[in-house]
DNA sequence: TTGTGACTATAAGTCCGTG
DNA sequence: ACACGGACTTATAGTCACA
C-alpha cells in the first residue's frame, strides 16, 4: 500500500510541498527542522509514504502549522 | 513506544471516543464502519497506537466528520 | 537538490481469547 | 460493551547508494 496511488497521502503530500516551497525550504532543511529523513520527506511529498501521526505532527511543527492545516487539502466522500 | 503516553496519540484518541459517543457508537460498531479491528479501535481510544494518515480518513469517514476535525484537539508548542 | 529502489527493524494492525 | 493480553502477519519508519 505505501507506493500505490493513493490520493489521500496524494493530498497531504502536495500540501506539504506547497507549504514547504512557500518557506523557501529545501526537503533537508525541513527534514532537519523535523528530524526526519531528507529523503522520507521526499517520498511523503510524492504521495509514497502513509504517515503516521506522529509524523503529521512532527511535520506540521516544522513548518509551524497547526498539524490540521496539512490535512485541509483532504476531502473525504461523505455519504 | 507503543504504550508510552504520547499526548498527541492521547489527544487524538480521546477526540475519537467523544465523537463516538456523541453518536452514541459502540467500539465495535465504529470499528465495522471504518474497516478496522475492534481491538484496534480500543488502543486508537486509549492512545496506544501511532495511526496512519489512511486509518485517521478511514475513522473521521466512519464518524462523518472531516479528517482534520480529528487532530482539533492537538496543540503542538510553536516556537 | 531531488527521485527512486532496496533494505532491516520495529510498530501497526488482526485475530484469538480472558475478566 | 470495554480493557487487556498473546501470537501473528503486514506495513511503516528510517536509512542508504545511486541516478
Known amino acids: 500500500m505505501t507506493s500505490s496511488k493513493?490520493?489521500?497521502l496524494?493530498?497531504?503530500?502536495?500540501?506539504?510541498?506547497?507549504?514547504?516551497?512557500?518557506?523557501?525550504?529545501?526537503?533537508?532543511?525541513?527534514?532537519?527542522?523535523?528530524?526526519?529523513?531528507?529523503?522520507?520527506i521526499g517520498q511523503v511529498e510524492?504521495?509514497?509514504?502513509?504517515?503516521?501521526?506522529s509524523n503529521i505532527c512532527r511535520i506540521s511543527n516544522a513548518l509551524n502549522v497547526p498539524p490540521q492545516s496539512l490535512l485541509e487539502t483532504i476531502y473525504v466522500h461523505q455519504e
Open 6 to 8: 493513493d490520493p489521500i
Open 46 to 53: 510524492r504521495g509514497e509514504k502513509n504517515v503516521s501521526l
Open 10 to 40: 496524494a493530498a497531504f503530500g502536495s500540501r506539504v510541498r506547497q507549504l514547504r516551497k512557500e518557506r523557501s525550504l529545501s526537503q533537508e532543511a525541513l527534514a532537519d527542522e523535523a528530524g526526519l529523513d531528507r529523503s522520507y
